[in-house]
């Protein structure tokens, strides 16, 4: 299946642990996101690559540390994990453009103990 | 700012029509698209305005007024697996043409 796939789905930890979250799409985009969405409801982005390359890394603690090996991945590492941490974390991808819409994947909801 | 405004939850009645709003600030508007946010599920994209007037697809429309800073979003023909949140986002072009997303619009459709 063609799609922006996120693994895992749920992940349960504790404070104070480090845990990484995986992005793939096999849709032949160039630019990947991750977004933030809070009990809110609020979706934020977080980070965007282009070709592997940072292009905006908005005002996120540094305990978050994307990761771009090549243009169809992108990782979410986080240190020292936090309460306040708790959200589902979606990755998307999209062709390099301003018209270009974004294609979401299914989300990794985060819960910190 | 990156002020966009949405109403925050809705109502209507299945088979009829919904008109969901979204107000923006215009200095450097560079698109707006609409998302539809099933509970639980990832955002999935509805539509794209970059001029002004009305882009309709199926049941689904939207609507930009680039010198109002104002879009909506039309639902005819309403089904009861409509319910759920739809979201305005807009780029603007001195924020890097970032998307930026609203707080969402809560659409309940009753029988």
């Known amino acids: 299946d063609t799609a922006v796939s996120q693994t895992p789905k749920y992940l349960v930890t504790q404070m104070g642990n480090d845990k990484s979250i995986k992005c793939e799409q096999n849709l032949g985009h160039d630019t990947m996101y991750w977004y933030k969405q809070d009990s809110k409801k609020f979706l934020k982005i977080m980070f965007s690559?282009?070709?592997?390359?940072?292009?905006i890394n908005e005002t996120v603690p540094n305990r978050f540390s994307p990761k771009s090996p090549d243009k169809a991945h992108l990782n979410l590492h986080i240190n020292s994990l936090e309460l306040g941490d708790s959200a589902v974390y979606f990755c998307?991808?999209?062709?390099?453009?301003?018209?270009?819409?974004?294609?979401f994947g299914p989300g990794t909801r985060l819960t910190v103990t | 700012g990156q002020n966009i405004d949405q109403p925050t939850e809705m109502t209507a009645t299945e088979g009829a029509i919904v008109q969901i709003n979204c107000t923006y600030q215009t200095s450097g508007f560079n698109g707006l698209f609409w998302y539809q946010q099933h509970a639980g599920e990832a955002p999935t994209f509805l539509s794209y305005?970059?001029?002004?007037g009305l882009e309709e697809k199926g049941r689904f429309s939207s609507f930009l007024s680039r010198s109002k800073g104002y879009s909506y979003l039309l639902l005819k023909e309403l089904q009861m697996k409509d319910s759920a949140s739809y979201l305005c986002?807009?780029?603007?072009?001195?924020?890097?043409?970032?998307?930026?997303f609203g707080a969402g619009t809560i659409l309940r459709v009753k029988s």
């Open positions: 998307a991808s999209s062709h390099q453009g301003a018209r270009n819409e974004q294609y």
């Open positions: 986002a807009v780029r603007w072009v001195e924020y890097g043409n970032k998307l930026v």
């Open positions: 305005n970059v001029l002004d």
């Open positions: 690559y282009n070709n592997k390359e940072l292009i």
